[in-house]
């Protein structure tokens, strides 16, 4: 639309066409007022947008999810996204079907490098007092590897090929990430990064940036040279190896060199050795409990969009408004944010950090950093979290997960006082240990309330 001066108005003089003009500056004239105006409609446009998006973003809560690594984030988000992103679910499911076999196989793998070292007489790792208590009366020579578990290593050597294809397969749509600087166990601030670089080791879980990058939205994995021959061909050597694959895991020598070398396989992340029946056959369909509890170490930043009936914090009478103001429904907008060094440019604008703190690893260190125990680990980020000015108006959730684990752990009879001194003679029970960790981890968000 050209504007037209009407003949009150002042701008009249300047806008009138010189009276020499000729048809030539005529139509240059007009053709300048025109992209003029263009431009003019098109700012008026972006200005509109800006503000229909603000009005929109009224209904967005941004969230963050933080912890370390192996913390449950990505569980986090997978039981939300279960629940409120059903759709989006189920095209994945398929996709899935390559992680929990990648967990498998690994799993074996690990028992068969554990056998390895074993039969070449390399020394298993130290005894301590813990462990001490923790070998079987029963336990002794009988427990040696024999002819018959040469015999199975010769078998289950195929699951080594798979591990590397399933692994190529998977890294083929995000590209597997190597250790990095900012993996270090280290508050969020990047500047600590260096106090810990000569305690770096490298990390042997494999690891992608998103597992959305290897989950098409057909549910397969996205590289493209994967033919469904191909995909059958690794669950037809999974099949195959059922059978030998029960057998290493029901072995009671396998169980004895695991608790030498301190290996809780059930207790690690993505087990399913006691599933194998169900898995590790070629017409295997993904459950939604094997999604939540498949392993895959994300090393990016991933964000999700929920949307929800009603807000999952929202109180009943901003429930009753926004079900009245807007057909009742707010978006969730998730980040999984990973490199500690990434964090801080997130902060802006967040309206919830969901901060997950397992307390189940008070008798754990850090794989990236040895020298450091997780549950001070955790301590320390969320310290961090609470004291950053960025985050004064952001309301703080933490979760404090695992408690299952910590259930078995203290049951089979892991002290806690003996990792963590300062815990003294306190029942060594679920309930007190998740009561004292809260009281710490409150502790800081009250002393920098502030
Ligand atoms: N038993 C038990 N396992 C859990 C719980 N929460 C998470 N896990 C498992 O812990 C493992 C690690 O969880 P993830 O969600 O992958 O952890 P993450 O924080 O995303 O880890 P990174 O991707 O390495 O940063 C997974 O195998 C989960 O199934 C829990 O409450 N109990
Ligand atoms: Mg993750």
């Not at 404090?400 to 259930?407: P, V």
């Amino acid at each position: 639309m050209v504007f037209t001066p009407g003949p009150s108005d002042p701008f009249i003089e300047f806008m009138r066409p010189p009276p020499d003009e000729t048809p030539a500056q005529a139509t240059a004239r007009m053709k300048r007022e025109l992209d003029a105006q263009r431009r003019s409609d098109a700012i008026d446009e972006s200005i509109k947008r800006e503000r229909d998006q603000a009005k929109k973003d009224k209904n967005v809560i941004k969230v963050l999810l933080l912890g370390q690594s192996e913390s449950g984030k990505s569980t986090t988000l997978k039981n939300f996204r279960m629940r409120y992103s059903r759709d989006d679910w189920e095209k994945e499911r398929n996709g899935w079907r390559a992680v929990v076999q990648l967990n498998i196989v690994r799993s074996i793998t690990t028992i068969l490098s554990v056998m390895e070292s074993e039969l070449n007489g390399d020394s298993s790792a130290q005894s301590d007092e813990e462990e001490a208590t923790l070998v079987q009366p029963d336990e002794s020579n009988d427990t040696r590897f024999t002819e018959r578990h040469q015999l199975l290593m010769i078998r289950l050597a195929p699951l080594r090929g798979v591990e590397a294809e399933l692994k190529r397969r998977l890294g083929a749509g995000s590209e597997p990430v190597h250790p990095t600087l900012h993996m270090s166990a280290t508050p969020f601030e990047a500047e600590n990064d260096a106090v810990v670089s000569n305690l770096r080791r490298a990390s042997p879980e494999f690891a992608v940036r998103s597992w959305r990058d290897v989950l098409d939205p057909e549910g397969r994995p996205l590289h493209t040279e994967n033919t469904p021959a191909d995909l059958d061909s690794v669950s037809d050597i999974i099949a195959g190896c059922k059978d030998d694959m029960k057998a290493l895991w029901d072995d009671r020598c396998v169980r004895a060199a695991l608790r030498r070398r301190k290996l809780r396989l059930p207790d690690s992340a993505g087990f399913f050795l006691n599933d194998l029946d169900r898995i590790a056959s070629r017409d295997y369909v993904v459950s939604d409990n094997d999604i939540v509890r498949a392993r895959l170490r994300t090393v990016g930043i991933q964000e999700h969009r929920l949307r929800f009936r009603h807000g999952p914090f929202d109180n009943p009478k901003e429930k009753a408004r926004k079900l009245a103001g807007n057909g009742g429904y707010s978006t969730w907008e998730a980040a999984v944010l990973l490199f500690r060094a990434a964090w801080l440019p997130f902060f802006d604008n967040v309206n919830v950090i969901i901060f997950l703190s397992p307390v189940s690893v008070f008798d754990q260190r850090l794989e990236e950093d040895p020298r450091v125990n997780r549950l001070e680990d955790s301590i320390i980020l969320w310290t961090s979290i609470c004291q950053s000015k960025l985050l004064a108006k952001t309301q703080l959730i933490l979760f404090l997960n695992k408690c299952d684990l910590l259930r078995r752990k203290l049951k089979r009879g892991v002290q806690v006082k003996a990792f963590l001194p300062s815990y003294g003679n306190r029942p060594n029970d679920v309930i007190p240990v998740v009561k004292c960790a809260t009281f710490i981890l409150a502790c800081f968000t009250i002393l920098w309330a502030d």
